[in-house]
């Protein structure tokens, strides 16, 4: 379809111009303009010729809308934006306003990339964070991890009736029971309710911080993000090969900053007792009790034990 403005830039010839005056004539008995017409009587035949081009914008738009073809194929001229007109009186007189507005398409898709934003993941799958979440699924799934999934939704309501509170949730239960879905459809939620969140697979988060090591400002940068974070998930704790320098100085830096101002949250298959035997023993200086101690005086008294009960689901369709 011609725009009014290449029809109108030709209406020196006498066929064209005709033309335009019938395009005219039908935009002014469109229905939509004469809704608006109805809807603004103060709106006069010489401000609606003034404006015919917004007219053709706003009627085009409308019917591209009412036969969507979806995001990627949105032929209007700003996709997935329609034109929304609105009239308002200055100095005596109406004016016709036009401004570009967001689709129910487009501002659904603006809204799940304001949640990835808020939602940084250090190597695990990001397709955990992306799937669409069904409550009943979640709940019917497997009916003997029932009670951890009544916390999660339990916790997840509270947040967003009260906002966050410095304790967090431990995660404990065999392989395969949904502890990292759990934690991550917690995420997403609270992500869509405004909060930011990060969340770290232990096993390669620490293979990977023996890179860091050399590089100062990565490592920084990484410690930081995980301390101001509103929520951090600390996915398969207890997985991870330990050294020293990982637990006392990373870990330990970043526990110390949150404990008592943000929530920290843990997946396991370890018991908290168990957990504090793991972060006693590294491989380099062997058993150090006091030191997994110090660790776990940073993660037990903010944390409440929830048991994810289940059959491992790993491998079944």
Known sequence: ??????????????????????????????????????????????????????????????????????????????????????????????????????????????????????????????????????????????????????????????VKASGLSPRGLYLEGHFGTGKTFLMCYLLHELAKAGYSGVIVYMPEFVEDLKSMFQDNQKLKETVEIMKQADLLIFDDIGAENLNPWVRDHVMGSILNFRMNRKPTFYTSNYSLKGLEKHLSFTSKDGEEIHKGQRLMDRIAPFVEVVQVRGVNKRGLK
Do not use: W
Request: glycine letters at 4%; one cysteine or more; aromatic letters at 6%.
């Open 1 to 158: 379809m011609e725009s009014l403005g290449e029809l109108l830039s030709q209406m020196k010839s006498p066929g064209l111009r005709r033309r335009s005056e019938e395009l005219t004539a039908k935009l002014m008995n469109d229905p939509l303009v004469l809704e608006l017409r109805a809807r603004y009587p103060e709106l006069s035949d010489s401000q609606l010729t003034l404006n015919m081009a917004k007219l053709y914008q706003y009627v085009q738009t409308s019917r591209h809308c009412d036969s969507c073809p979806g995001l990627e194929r949105c032929p209007n001229d700003f996709p997935g934006h329609y034109t929304k007109l609105t009239v308002e009186s200055f100095h005596g007189a109406a004016t016709i306003n036009d401004r570009q507005v967001p689709c129910n398409l487009q501002a659904q898709r603006e809204r799940e990339l304001a949640i990835k934003k808020r939602i940084h993941s250090f190597y695990v799958d990001e397709r955990a964070l992306e799937e669409g979440y069904s409550e009943v699924e979640i709940m019917g799934k497997d009916r003997e991890r029932a009670p951890a999934v009544s916390r999660i939704f339990q916790y997840i309501n509270e």
